[in-house]
């Protein structure tokens, strides 16, 4: 409880420093993302596929509170935000939660996170408060990275050819559920398959192929990682393929340094592209960027004033026709990247060189 009180009072700070500079006298956060992050890994939601859930925090006259109806309040301030020193403000299930919110914060002006009344919308600057994980945060990033990590790797040596996506789907999906992760995102291919770059699962039947790609969310937090199997001896072409991949993930984390910007960084990764002999691969699917309470912040090529800050997580993902490569980083306050997503010492891997530190990249398995 002490480790979210003091993560609770480090985003406070933040805001307050927003509100001082927007001369704000409040904030009304409704959208997931920022409930579970201002919360320190709350949940809002009820149905998982909504921007929104069924509370909303607003914090205003140095008081925070929780504006739920009152089917749900109980359950918020037991199981969601016990004993962290917000107040419940409720209203019925049948009434305006806009309405309840006019009545608590009267005539003051405040911002929100999404559209309500004649408030402010704040949007990238609301956002970037976000960025830079604290070390609570931090270590809620390994330990989601490492269970990410080891489901996904275990998942790829128990499917077998005649296994349909659906069924290593539901492998890989009950492997992380048992551990309270959510896959915001699972992907599956087999075979032909491979050839899309967002491959939702669609009931092929796996032959000698298969590429898995994962978003896991817990507490809010967000990891990213792909991993590929092959049966029998994988083919040249493929492996020429990853290898390119490889090289432009490497020279994504290469180019991640505090102060750099993403569109600097986009436009190496093109580069690199450009010199492996694929000038075009990288308009064939958006490259990653950075990752947190979204599954992508904000993705490269797009956040171009976006500049890279300390305990920032990023996680690129350079595709090449059939292959992808794609992990979680973290970028230390020391200017360091910090693979946060692993493989076991028996997966194969390239041990790379990225501004003098040795990182293991993983290969694709062969079985």
């Known amino acids: 409880m002490a480790e979210r009180e003091s993560e609770i009072a480090q985003k406070l700070e933040r805001i307050n420093d927003l509100l001082n500079k927007t001369s704000l006298q409040g904030i009304c956060l409704s959208k997931a993302i920022n409930f579970a992050w201002v919360t320190a890994g709350g949940n809002n939601r009820v149905v998982t596929s909504m921007e929104t859930g069924a509370a909303a925090i607003v914090i205003i006259n140095n008081k925070k509170y929780i504006v739920a109806p009152k089917n749900e309040i109980e359950r918020f301030m037991e199981e969601q935000v016990p004993d962290l020193g917000f107040e419940p403000w409720t209203y019925e299930w049948y009434d305006s ?7 608590l914060v009267g005539e003051k002006k405040i911002g929100t996170d999404i559209p309500m009344g004649s408030w402010p919308v704040l949007g990238v600057e609301l956002n970037r408060l976000r960025y830079s994980l604290t070390i609570e945060e931090v270590k809620r990033a390994h330990e989601l990275s490492e269970i990410c990590s080891r489901e996904i790797a275990a998942t790829c040596v128990s499917i077998v050819p005649g296994q349909t996506e659906f069924e290593i789907q539901a492998e890989l ?4 559920i048992y551990y309270g992760v959510r896959p915001a995102v699972m ?27 994962l978003v896991g969310e817990k507490g809010g937090l967000h990891i990213a990682v792909t ?3 092959y049966f029998g001896s994988l083919p040249e072409t493929i492996k020429h393929y990853y290898d390119v991949a490889l090289l432009v993930q490497k020279t994504f984390m290469e180019n991640c340094q505090i102060g750099a910007d993403s569109q600097s960084i986009f436009d190496e990764g093109r580069k690199a592209y450009a010199s492996a002999g694929f000038p075009n691969e990288w308009k064939r699917h958006h490259q990653g960027g950075a990752i ?9 090529g797009e ?20 292959t992808k490569s794609e992990d979680t980083l973290l970028l230390t306050p020391q200017n360091t990247v910090n693979l946060l997503t692993s493989v076991p010492e028996w997966w194969p891997t390239l041990r790379v060189v990225v501004r003098n530190s040795q990182i293991k990249l993983p290969l694709i398995l062969e079985r």
């Open 292 to 300: 947190g309470y979204a599954p992508r912040e904000y993705r490269a």
């Open 187 to 213: 992907l599956v291919a087999t075979d032909e398959r491979t050839k899309y770059r967002h491959p939702v699962p669609a009931g092929n039947q796996l032959h000698k192929y298969a590429v898995l790609g």
């Open 303 to 322: 956040g171009q004033s976006e500049v890279i800050v300390p305990n920032q997580m990023l996680a690129w993902n350079p595709t090449v026709e059939v």
């Open 173 to 176: 999906s009950r492997k992380l």
């Open 97 to 103: 939660r806009e309405q309840a919110i006019h009545n």
């Open 227 to 229: 991993r590929s199997v």
